[in-house]
């Protein structure tokens, strides 16, 4: 982790409110930009982006490039874990990722030996960026969270209910218990490398926490982030995580009290004033304009910002999105946001 200067996000991080929020955006390094596309359409497929350094570092600036940002984040994708462990992963255009489900026979057919050894282009892509950034910027890594993750790999593409994971894990316990455990190894592993290669601060993608009741939730998604928390700061003291549980929403306060984040992000649709009274008042927020929000853009956006920045004018806060950046987004939009956000309105 670099810490040779200022960098008002990690800050943020660490539990200190600035004079206004500073400002990421998930995805900001994607399909909206056309110089991303430029990029992607001369690459062999978008996990070889996602391994080729000097494609991942391009794609990581381009929107430090357009925009004021107050961080980088690595470009990479999730799913490299279950691709690193062995399991088939590609990505079809216009369909997503498509994975070859595993089952409790297939389960011992994954490799977490190799992990770090296949994801070494991703942590030589962490360490060009911190030598690229400015020393004012936060570089920020991240991994999947295995709830997340593991729906993946279980289902074999996206779900809107993660339906193939929840009866994996009530039909086959000890299997998925197992898978469990080999994926919070992998991302505590993973996140480590990266913060040794120079990322200042790592967040946890929970991107699936929405279908999972509260015994669930509890063990699958608080149990798991948990302990990949206390991982990564036996190997790495007081490393600045942030955690983000889409659709935690009654569940948030016990995600923050068990999980020991820094940080935690809010989904769009976390009430602002039940975000303010859940989560305690010296813990960092994160969030939550809509995406579609800054797709409309106007006088809407504009009046949702000033209600977000003035929800949590009280404590840190980082100005985001409630999930990611989505394609059709106007570059114009994102540039009124990022100049709202400096303003502090």
Same mark, same amino acid.
């Given at each position: 982790?670099?810490?040779?200067?200022?960098?008002?996000?990690?800050?943020?991080?660490?539990?200190?409110?600035?004079?206004?929020?500073?400002?990421?955006?998930?995805? !900001? =390094?994607?399909?909206? +930009?056309?110089?991303? @596309?430029?990029?992607? *359409?001369?690459?062999?497929?978008?996990?070889? &982006?996602?391994?080729?350094?000097?494609?991942?570092?391009?794609?990581?600036?381009?929107?430090?490039?357009?925009?004021?940002?107050?961080?980088?984040?690595?470009?990479?994708?999730?799913?490299?874990?279950?691709?690193?462990?062995?399991?088939?992963?590609?990505?079809?255009?216009?369909?997503?990722?498509?994975?070859?489900?595993?089952?409790?026979?297939?389960?011992?057919?994954?490799?977490?030996?190799?992990?770090?050894?296949?994801?070494?282009?991703?942590?030589?892509?962490?360490?060009?960026?911190?030598?690229?950034?400015?020393?004012?910027?936060?570089?920020?890594?991240?991994?999947?969270?295995?709830?997340?993750?593991?729906?993946?790999?279980?289902?074999?593409?996206?779900?809107?209910? !993660? =339906?193939?994971?929840? +009866?994996?894990?009530? @039909?086959?316990?000890? *299997?998925?218990?197992?898978?469990?455990?080999? &994926?919070?190894?992998?991302?505590?592993?993973?996140?480590?490398?990266?913060?040794?290669?120079?990322?200042?601060?790592?967040?946890?993608?929970?991107?699936?926490?929405?279908?999972?009741?509260?015994?669930?939730?509890?063990?699958?998604?608080?149990?798991?982030?948990?302990?990949?928390?206390?991982?990564?700061?036996?190997?790495?003291?007081?490393?600045?995580?942030?955690?983000?549980?889409?659709?935690?929403?009654?569940?948030?306060?016990?995600?923050?009290?068990?999980?020991?984040?820094?940080?935690?992000?809010?989904?769009?649709a976390t009430p602002l004033g039940f975000a303010a009274a859940q989560v305690p008042l010296a813990m960092p927020v994160q969030g939550n304009l809509d995406p579609l929000r800054l797709v409309a853009g106007g006088a809407q956006m504009e009046a949702r910002v000033s209600q977000i920045i003035a929800a949590f004018a009280d404590r840190p806060h980082i100005f985001n999105l409630g999930h990611g950046i989505v394609p059709e987004t106007p570059i114009e939009h994102v540039a009124r946001l990022v100049e709202l956000v400096k303003r502090?309105?």
């Amino acid at each position: 982790m670099s810490a040779s200067a200022h960098k008002p996000l990690l800050a943020t991080v660490l539990g200190q409110r600035q004079a206004r929020p500073p400002i990421w955006i998930m995805r !900001q =390094a994607g399909r909206y +930009l056309p110089e991303y @596309r430029a990029v992607r *359409a001369r690459s062999n497929g978008f996990l070889h &982006l996602c391994y080729t350094p000097d494609l991942a570092v391009e794609v990581s600036l381009q929107p430090l490039r357009r925009f004021d940002l107050d961080a980088a984040i690595l470009f990479s994708d999730i799913l490299v874990i279950p691709d690193a462990l062995g399991q088939s992963v590609r990505f079809e255009g216009g369909e997503g990722p498509i994975l070859e489900p595993i089952t409790p026979q297939t389960l011992g057919l994954l490799r977490p030996e190799r992990v770090l050894e296949h994801l070494a282009p991703v942590l030589e892509t962490v360490r060009r960026l911190r030598a690229t950034l400015a020393p004012d910027k936060t570089l920020i890594g991240f991994s999947g969270s295995p709830w997340t993750v593991a729906s993946y790999m279980i289902g074999g593409k996206g779900s809107p209910d !993660q =339906a193939a994971a929840r +009866l994996f894990a009530l @039909r086959h316990p000890e *299997a998925f218990q197992t898978l469990m455990d080999m &994926l919070v190894d992998a991302s505590v592993a993973y996140l480590v490398a990266q913060l040794l290669a120079g990322a200042d601060v790592v967040q946890l993608f929970e991107s699936w926490a929405l279908n999972l009741d509260e015994v669930a939730f509890a063990r699958q998604v608080i149990e798991p982030n948990r302990r990949i928390v206390e991982g990564v700061r036996a190997r790495v003291p007081k490393a600045p995580i942030i955690g983000f549980p889409r659709g935690a929403a009654g569940n948030i306060a016990a995600y923050v009290a068990a999980t020991g984040v820094n940080a935690v992000g809010l989904d769009y649709a976390t009430p602002l004033g039940f975000a303010a009274a859940q989560v305690p008042l010296a813990m960092p927020v994160q969030g939550n304009l809509d995406p579609l929000r800054l797709v409309a853009g106007g006088a809407q956006m504009e009046a949702r910002v000033s209600q977000i920045i003035a929800a949590f004018a009280d404590r840190p806060h980082i100005f985001n999105l409630g999930h990611g950046i989505v394609p059709e987004t106007p570059i114009e939009h994102v540039a009124r946001l990022v100049e709202l956000v400096k303003r502090g309105v």
